[in-house]
């Protein structure tokens, strides 16, 4: 390695380690790939190379971001540092989200180094990590630690209906990940959001609407009402029959693929028919509940309801 030429060397870095890490790397294993202390050095001090850390090096300019910014956050926390929470799901592909901070978690008991942007958490045990690629906690795990760390339960059930609805979870995994949680900040609100979001049990969600219209002295509906469009045969999920007003409660299976379309295709047809349509998102009914109620209420008084029942 000594006879080569510092050109040489660089380009030879860059292809071996540089394409892994997003263009940075750690000392130690330049040195494993044969360069001496001086040859750093050297690219360091010309300003080639520059340091991000005490053992981290871009092979680009001064500051990174993207990808290489986690790997900085990991090797430069502390020994067995991995990704979690909302850094390790957009490591996984999680999209439509922004985070300004890296969340990296430790063994309790590691030795830690502050980095400037990264939030460390410690944990008696790190759960299931992921073997390959980016050092980061399985996505089971990292959604529910994503959920506790999450500024409102807004935030936290959003986080969790995204993992699932991007498919970066598995539902059984994430089932037996929250069956083997002792401790939650957010215990009794992911007890009701985790189900539904899971296997979109609408119909459960539609239970909780009608208790929820009986709190709030509002007619009592039906449900599953079955109904023929040009399409064929459907059912509405909730139906005041007095007042043409339909509410659709609307699951995490609503929100992927093609199913938005089919939904705004049925909903444009009961328009056409004069009916007056109401959208719900389950997880809607655990965090504005008494906002979509009152839309409910609007749409009833504009259908003639006259006040609430005793």
Do not use: K
Not at 212 to 234: F, H, I, K, M, N
């Amino acid at each position: 390695m000594g006879a080569t030429t510092p050109a040489a060397r660089r380009a030879m870095v860059a292809h071996e380690l540089g394409d892994l890490h997003e263009g940075v790397v750690r000392r130690d294993q330049l040195y494993a790939l044969g360069l001496t202390y001086d040859q750093v050095l050297a690219e360091l001090r010309a300003g080639r190379w520059h340091r991000l850390g005490r053992r981290t090096i871009s092979l680009g300019g001064p500051t990174v971001t993207g990808r290489a910014r986690w790997w900085v956050a990991v090797w430069e926390t502390g020994s067995g540092a991995v990704l979690d929470g909302v850094s390790s799901l957009l490591a996984a592909g999680l999209t439509g989200w922004e985070e300004t901070v890296v969340h990296v978690s430790v063994g309790r008991g590691t030795r830690v180094r502050a980095v400037d942007g990264v939030r460390v958490h410690r944990h008696r045990q790190l759960g299931r990590v992921l073997p390959t690629g980016l050092p980061r906690t399985a996505p089971e795990i990292a959604v529910l630690r994503a959920a506790r760390w999450a500024v409102s339960d807004r935030q936290a059930l959003t986080l969790l209906a995204m993992t699932v609805q991007q498919r970066l979870v598995h539902p059984g995994r994430l089932l037996e990940a929250w069956s083997a949680t002792r401790r939650h900040t957010r215990r009794r609100l992911l007890d009701e959001a985790i189900p539904l979001v899971c296997d979109g049990a609408q119909a459960l969600g539609e239970v909780d609407f009608a208790r929820a219209c009986r709190r709030r002295g509002l007619p009592e509906p039906s449900r599953q009402v079955l109904r023929r469009t040009p399409d064929g045969l459907c059912y509405l999920d909730v139906w005041f029959d007095d007042y043409a007003v339909h509410v659709e409660v609307n699951g995490a299976q609503h929100y992927t693929g093609l199913t938005p379309v089919a939904d705004a295709r049925r909903r444009n047809h009961r328009a056409l028919d004069d009916d007056l349509t109401i959208e719900i998102p389950v997880l809607g009914l655990l965090v504005d509940e008494a906002d979509f109620l009152d839309q409910v209420e609007e749409a009833l008084r504009r259908r003639g309801w006259q006040g609430r029942t005793t």
